[in-house]
């Protein structure tokens, strides 16, 4: 059973027509476009053919060109006043059963007069409508596929495009859990060098790195005095901010209490 419907009229944009039909094709599959000149098998009534496609489908897509409202018949008047009509009856049939009627406005085409639609054909100029400019084909056959996807979820299921787009998603995730990984072995190696001096580190280390000191430090402009009262090994540390250009006074306890003993 198609679900959508492609009507068009003969010497307005056929062409335009097929385009539509092929793509949607493409990416829903051909058994759920109808498209007549494809979809309608050797042999079989065509009449009856087109009733029950548009009967049954979900969506019809009523491709309109300049030229639309202004093919004749045979009879010289403009073949949309005619009842037998088949791009009229088609999309009558499709308004009286409630289905989604689109009108796709090709090229500079603009909107349907309703002076020129008959009276129950009315209802088609106030349907929303999409626009398909040749220049822009690719970017307008997808924004008609997304909206039917959107709006027709067995549709939306069958849609090959993004099927492919979710397949790329899942088989860059790995390759993005990998990079995290090699992010936090980095981390943990920098950590490592880091402890007991300065390692490889990767960054702008603008100021003054101090790791485990084993003395007095002077990072000031002015002079250090280490105080006197420091008991140990001296292994603390005094430091001011600034470009270290002072001088450096250090006195310890310990020592002085050795030289005083060997006097």
Known sequence: MPHVFVNYRTGDEESTAT???RELSRRFGDERIFFASNSIEPGHRFPGELVKAV??????????GPRWAEVRGADGRPAIEAEQDWTRREIQTALDRGVLVIPVLVGKTTWIDRAALPDDLLELADCQYRRFDHRNAGSD???????????LPELGTADKDARAARERTEAAAPTSARSTERNRMRTRDVEQRVRGGIGNLNGDLSGTFVNEPQGPVNTGPGHQYNAPHFEGDNTG???TAGDNSGTVHQRFEHERRRSDEGR
């Open 19 to 21: 385009m539509v039909a």
């Open 55 to 64: 009967e049954e489908c979900q969506a019809l897509l009523a491709v309109i």
């Open 141 to 151: 056959l997808r924004t008609l596929g997304d909206a039917l996807a959107r709006l």
């Open 237 to 239: 540390v005094q430091f």
